[in-house]
């Protein structure tokens, strides 16, 4: 747990475990034990990782499942893309990267290496931005992942701004856990730990500005890192580091081709935290707990509310609002100031929120803990699937998922679900046809500034295409689009039916809504996954 800040509530209003709210620390426990698992686990799991009673499981995921933070998914509780939005809190919060991620995509290309962006977090460090190489060998770290400082590249230069609590928390969790288990994104440690080997790494950063991982985390993997420091006070506010494979890099490799190279970026990088103007943040938010009310009244014991309003705390936060009061996190949730007080109290009991010397509060990078990193490399995809599978559910009807090939002659399907009838459409994924005549092909043909056939101007001004037996007979299909964040359209969904069974007044009057409502759920979860991530259409 971090150490108190003495200022921002007085001593006897502070995170004291008595005063925490107890649902709040249980449902934050079954997100960790979620996160920890990679995303999914059972009820009977939950139940074993966490000690808690069976039924108080249910509870906690009926809770979290209306709040798309998890799915229930057959047997299995399965983290959902909305409890990203707690994450996303804290990085907008912190800007570093929206300001610094396009720096480090482009060293990413001009390197064909991984370049992440790191931040302190106690005496371990996090991520909060990676571009990856997608190749066969590649570096699996995820947003969100904790390393332990001494087996990374980043964590020396860390450690050269820690004061003496700093290196006696470290010591006394390096103590307690030799083998690292309470990190799950690297391998255990085989050999006892050696302190004076990351004293001696400490030093040298000091001394050069710079740091090497030469197989500390396992091995074959190499990294090069270089802080990033404030404008305004010369610490560190992020390290960047460039992650290769001895096959590629060898350490002493790393230093002469690599590091001039992430120099130049570092320097860019700081830049644009000189030049950047302050944030301009929208209206605040309001009322995020409001909704809890209704569905309180609605489930009844199944729903617990201090859960549910203890969780919108953090995404009182953003772009623009690093730093809160309680009185303006009690008006963006909605909750009375002891509510909101107690929910505040709780989150830095757990280490969530930290208080600030002029009496406000910030989020800390451990919000990352709460499900950000399985779901941060995600795809389109896998995203669309549940979705896909309620929508052929609700309508007896198989439904897929595709996008345009490269040359744009083509549609590759990529996701879909059937349905249980004997008479049925069943196409694999990553089968291809014709898009021209696809109701999927037209509407991704459709979505284009050059000028169209009268045929797809149609299908761009009415948003949907409907294809009647044109493939084959007797098959009739109907399509929308899903769109990024930008607005751009990028894959299309659609329903397929036999000619018997619907007719074209039905598939435009019955199908449509389902489908487009179906396309905005999937394009909700896309627009919070793809905040602060790349998730592949494919």
Same mark, same amino acid.
């Given at each position: ?14 995170? /004291?475990? @008595?005063? *925490?709210?107890?649902?709040? +620390? %249980?449902?934050?426990?079954? &997100?960790?034990?979620?996160? $920890? #698992? ?46 990203? /939005?707690? @994450?996303? *809190?804290?990085?907008?919060? +912190? %800007?570093?990267?929206?300001? &610094?991620?396009?720096?480090? $995509? #482009? ?67 390096? #103590? ?363």
């Amino acid at each position: 747990m971090p150490a108190k800040s003495a200022t921002a509530l007085d001593a006897d209003t502070r995170a /004291e475990a @008595g005063e *925490a709210v107890g649902p709040l +620390l %249980r449902g934050v426990g079954v &997100l960790r034990r979620l996160t $920890d #698992a990679d995303g999914t686990l059972s009820p009977s799991a939950l139940e074993r990782a966490t000690g808690l009673a069976r039924s108080t499981v249910d509870r906690i995921t009926a809770t979290l499942s209306r709040m798309d933070y998890v799915r229930l998914d057959g047997r299995d509780v399965v983290l959902a893309p909305g409890v990203m /939005e707690l @994450g996303n *809190a804290y990085l907008a919060a +912190l %800007r570093l990267p929206a300001l &610094l991620g396009a720096h480090a $995509d #482009a060293l990413a290309d001009e390197l064909d290496e991984s370049v992440s962006l790191a931040v302190a977090d106690l005496d371990g460090i996090r991520f909060i931005h990676q571009a990856t190489r997608r190749r066969a060998l590649s570096v699996s770290f995820r947003i969100g992942d904790l390393l332990p400082a001494e087996r990374t590249a980043p964590g020396p230069l860390f450690a050269t701004e820690w004061a003496e609590p700093d290196w006696t928390r470290w010591r006394a969790r390096r #103590a307690a856990d030799p083998t690292d288990a309470a990190f799950p994104a690297v391998p255990p440690r085989r050999l006892p730990a050696d302190d004076s080997a990351f004293l001696e790494r400490v030093e040298r950063a000091r001394r050069d500005g710079w740091a090497v991982d030469d197989q500390l985390i396992e091995p074959g993997l190499v990294a090069v890192s270089v802080p990033v420091r404030h404008p305004d006070t010369g610490r560190l506010a992020c390290v960047a580091s460039v992650v290769s494979h001895t096959s590629r890099h060898s350490a002493a490799d790393l230093r002469t081709s690599l590091l001039p190279r992430l120099r130049t970026a570092v320097a860019a990088m700081e830049s644009e935290l000189r030049t950047a103007p302050p944030p301009e943040p929208g209206p605040p938010p309001s009322g995020l707990a409001t909704w809890t009310t209704a569905s309180k009244h609605e489930l009844g014991r199944d729903f617990v509310e201090s859960l549910a309003r203890g969780l919108t705390v953090p995404a009182a936060f953003g772009e623009g609002r690093s730093a809160l009061s309680l009185s303006e996190v009690a008006r963006a949730t909605g909750l009375a100031r002891a509510t909101a007080r107690r929910a505040l109290l709780t989150h830095e009991h757990l280490g969530l929120v930290r208080a600030l010397p002029d009496r406000t509060f910030a989020l800390t990078p451990r919000v990352l803990d709460l499900g950000f990193p399985p779901l941060s490399r995600t795809t389109l995809p896998r995203l669309a699937e549940p979705h896909l599978r309620a929508l052929a559910d609700r309508l007896h009807e198989p439904t897929a998922l595709a996008v345009l090939t490269p040359d744009g002659t083509e549609i590759q399907y990529t996701a879909g679900a059937g349905a249980s009838r004997v008479l049925t459409v069943h196409i694999t994924v990553g089968a291809r046809l014709p898009a021209a005549e696809t109701s999927l092909g037209r509407v991704l043909l459709a979505d284009t500034n050059r000028p169209l056939p009268p045929a797809l101007s149609e299908v761009h001004a009415q948003g949907y295409a409907l294809v009647d037996e044109e493939l084959e007979s007797g098959l009739r299909s109907i399509a929308v689009p899903l769109r990024d964040r930008s607005g751009r359209t990028i894959a299309a969904l659609n329903i397929a039916t036999h000619a018997a069974r619907r007719t074209l007044e039905d598939c435009v009057h019955d199908v449509l809504p389902a489908l487009r409502t179906t396309a905005a759920h999937i394009e909700s979860d896309l627009h919070t996954a793809s905040r602060f991530t790349h998730i592949p259409a494919s």
